[in-house]
């Protein structure tokens, strides 16, 4: 996957805006969606088209239990859209919390009990008609709208203000998913047993440079070049093999330096084997100038390549032939 060649395709996704009734979500969310270009749904205001009466009457005619299968069909519906901006109502979180978080960026509305209080209509809200009622509400839902939320936004200062902050979240949440989801290749480095003694085990075979180093060149390289890589080391076979397995699905280019495991384990031979990613094996010194026993690695046929004897700029190597083979 070549990162440059998803630059400048949009990313597609929903905007979801929870809260409790009267935080301000509905007015943010709709001039959100205007300033964004994005069509706009309002929850509530759909169900009430289907139903054809309001809210409060469909809870006194029908039942809070019925109003809740309601607002899950209409959930359903709306996040099966693409690219909009969905104001859901307060309590949807209740039955549909698993529905507004997937695939979505969800933004929580905030807003102190006291101001909701002094603003509300009455009888518009079919829940909070007994005093003290939107603050269980709000001890209730408060950690599943947390749980939930990939921007917390405090309606405090007025909806103006209010819009403007979700503007500038969204916008930078945005780009930052949009290079972490669309556009990022993600690599994984593997090393093997003794690699953590780095800097301090045979300094004239393997180098003065510590493990931390490497890890902060391999992380210096990749921040550099716009795409990520998550390193491990491990002294156990199993716990090599664990970790090849469990990059199926997760790594676009796994890259290992197997240590020792590299001259006589044919089960690190058949985990690269199992796994559909390319693997690049590394050596930090140069395994064919040294003992007879380092000469020939049985990893090595499992992977599409090997490179040996470059010191600390082999992993470099093999993270730039991932970035470039597809350019």
Sequence with gaps: MDC?????????????????????????????????????HDADREIEASEGMSVSEIFAAKGEPYFREAETRCLERLTG?????????????????????????????????????KTLEPGTRPLLSEPGKLYELYESRRGIYE??????LNNGAGIQDAVQ???????????????????????????????NLLGTREPDVYGHGSYSELTGLIAAHASENNIGADVVQYNGEGDLIDAIQGAAGRYDGLIIN???????????HDALKAVPIDAVEV?????????????????????????????????????????????
């Design 4 to 40: 440059r060649e998803k630059r400048d395709k949009p990313r597609v996704g929903n905007i979801i805006f929870i809260g409790l009734p009267g935080s301000g979500k509905t007015v943010i969310s709709q001039e959100a969606a205007r300033a964004l270009g994005m069509p706009w």
């Design 81 to 117: 859209l693409s690219g909009v901006v969905i104001a859901a109502g307060g309590g949807a979180v209740l039955k549909n919390a698993e529905l507004i978080g997937r695939g979505a960026t969800v933004v929580y509305v905030t807003r102190p009990v006291e101001e909701i209080l």
């Design 147 to 152: 749980s939930l939320a990939d921007i917390t």
């Design 165 to 195: 902050k979700a503007l500038n979240e969204l916008r930078r949440g945005a780009a930052a998913a949009y290079t972490k989801e669309r556009c990022l290749m993600k690599l994984l480095v593997v090393n093997g047993p003794n690699l």
């Design 258 to 268: 197997p240590g020792a495991l590299t001259h006589y384990s044919y089960a690190v």
């Design 283 to 327: 050596h930090i010194s140069n395994i064919s100038a040294r003992e007879e026993f380092r000469n020939r690695s049985v990893t090595a046929p499992a992977c599409i390549g090997q490179i040996s004897g470059l010191g600390f700029y082999g992993y470099v190597a093999a993270m730039d032939y991932f970035i470039k083979r597809d350019v």
